[in-house]
């Protein structure tokens, strides 16, 4: 999150407690025993959870749960051997990328029980094919995900997400235009690119910056008004930092943490998820400007 300097202690103010701090587990179990005994009736049927496997998208074995809905990315190979049903992941026209297939099961249906055939077949694939223990992340999106309960058998190793802020001093920051035309991808990419650097607390956004132009020739958007004045400013800002498996319950919540202590002031949020999907948010007064773009 980006937000000026002259709104930090306010900011600060209103993350104190579980409204900027968050946890989740990280794990060793199979993916058999998500359906097994107190795990699968505590977390999964009643509950809700999410969880995440080790792996790579698109090279390894991947498995995510969130609501219920469990996804499996698996290669020809092991899909085969699944028996399960599902669909091949379009590879884009990359001929060079093995086939892999993708599997949702959906948990809380009233036939995902013991006795049922679907159900059992999920369980002679787990207990067949898919057998090796992984590792998880872990948030219990109903409880406080302390290590206690069902999930304490495997025992999980907490880590807690706290807020680290870091200012970034003297920086050419442009105006926001009243509107943004969607067909003008120019000036959003030029602002998406200012938040971007900015988020990463670049040194090129500085006023003092004085590096070789050989070395980087970026410059700050220059906002200029109908008279032909400049009215690009220069401020503090700060950046607050949130690292781990987040859910996106709590990032909406941070968010209007910060809209409610700064109302008069611009706040950017931009979020990254481990598919590398990510999302970028600008509030200036009662203008919203929002990219959806792949990091």
Known sequence: MLIPESSLERLRAGLVGDNGNSRYARLFMKIGELIEGDFFN???????????SEGRSGIDHKYALIDGVLRLEVDKAI?????????????????????RYAVEINLRVPSMVRGKPGFDRIVWAFKNVL???????????????????????????IHNIEPVFEPLENVRAPAVPPTLDQTNHAAATEL?????????????????DGVDSYLSRYEAPRAVSETGKEITVSQGLVRIRWHGFIPASFISSVFSVALKECPEDWVSLMATSFGGEAIAILKDGERTMTWEYAS
Request: net charge neutral; with cysteine; aromatic share 6%.
């Open 42 to 52: 505590h977390y999964v049927k009643t509950g809700n959870i999410v969880m995440l």
């Open 79 to 99: 899909f085969e051997r699944l028996g399960l049903n599902g669909q091949a992941i379009p590879s884009e026209g990359r001929h060079h990328v093995k086939a």
């Open 131 to 157: 057998d090796c223990s992984v590792t998880w992340l872990f948030h219990d999106l109903k409880g406080t995900t302390d290590g206690t309960g069902p999930i304490a058998v495997h025992q999980p190793t």
């Open 192 to 208: 998406l690119e200012w938040l971007t650097m900015a988020a990463n607390l670049s040194p090129r956004l500085q006023q003092t």
